[in-house]
């Protein structure tokens, strides 16, 4: 069965630019989180999607937003991109709405110049 | 305010030297603990989900306990393969239903 994937692996932007990542959760999980992990640091809650809904968001501003598309696959987008946005972002997925174990993939690492 | 805690920071171990990783929380409606392992760059891979105190769960040289302000990630006889962060997570009864993590615990074992 395969697990969580993302896409690209690696990315490298300007500040100011957008960034758009993606996670396709495992198949029959419905609900993807999104995860930001700066150099030396733990894992902070970005956001969580169930059914195409966002159900909650953690601490970061407005320019971090994403949606969940009818097969369950995510998109996060960071707007107006700044240094301190590089950091590995992980996505993980779960079969029911917040309640199960969450199986993360191996993470999109963001660099921004 | 819920808080999840990890000692020790860092653990330097021999080979086949026991030893074990501690996370002790402050969580209302505690719902489940879970234990992750990960390695350098990458995704944190699941090993353990807990819900109650006093349940235990083994996998190879990997036994997690709970208590009901605690758990420990013990480690017996481990080789330089268990080397890796390992991170504690709490998730409690809420509508917000958002997991909680710990630091992690980086451990190194010495061949």
């Known amino acids: 069965e395969a697990g969580v994937t993302q896409s690209p692996t690696h990315l490298i932007k300007t500040r100011g630019q957008q960034a758009t990542l993606r996670c396709s959760p495992i198949s029959g999980h419905t609900s993807v989180y999104w995860y930001q992990q700066a150099l030396g640091l733990g894992l902070q809650f970005l956001l969580w999607y169930d059914e195409g809904e966002e159900r909650n968001r953690g601490n970061f501003p407005p320019r971090f937003s994403g949606r969940q598309f009818p097969n369950y696959s995510s998109e996060l987008n960071v707007n107006a991109l700044e240094l301190e946005d590089s950091a590995l972002y992980l996505c993980a997925s779960s079969q029911t709405s917040g309640t199960e174990t969450q199986y993360f993939g191996p993470g999109t690492r963001l660099l921004v110049l | 305010e819920d808080q999840v805690t990890q000692s020790p920071e860092a653990l330097r171990l021999q080979e086949g030297e026991s030893s074990s990783l501690n996370c002790s929380y402050t969580?209302?409606?505690?719902?489940?603990l879970f234990w992750y392992r990960q390695d350098p760059g990458k995704g944190p891979e699941f090993l353990f989900t807990l819900y109650s105190a006093g349940e235990e769960k083994e996998k190879e040289r990997l036994k997690a306990t709970l208590t009901k302000k605690e758990s420990f990630l013990h480690i017996t006889a481990p080789k330089p393969e268990d080397s890796a962060t390992y991170l504690c997570?709490?998730?409690?009864?809420?509508?917000?239903?958002?997991?909680?993590f710990g630091s992690g615990t980086r451990l190194s074992i010495r061949p």
């Open positions: 969580v209302s409606g505690l719902r489940g």
């Open positions: 997570a709490v998730y409690r009864y809420s509508s917000a239903s958002k997991i909680i």
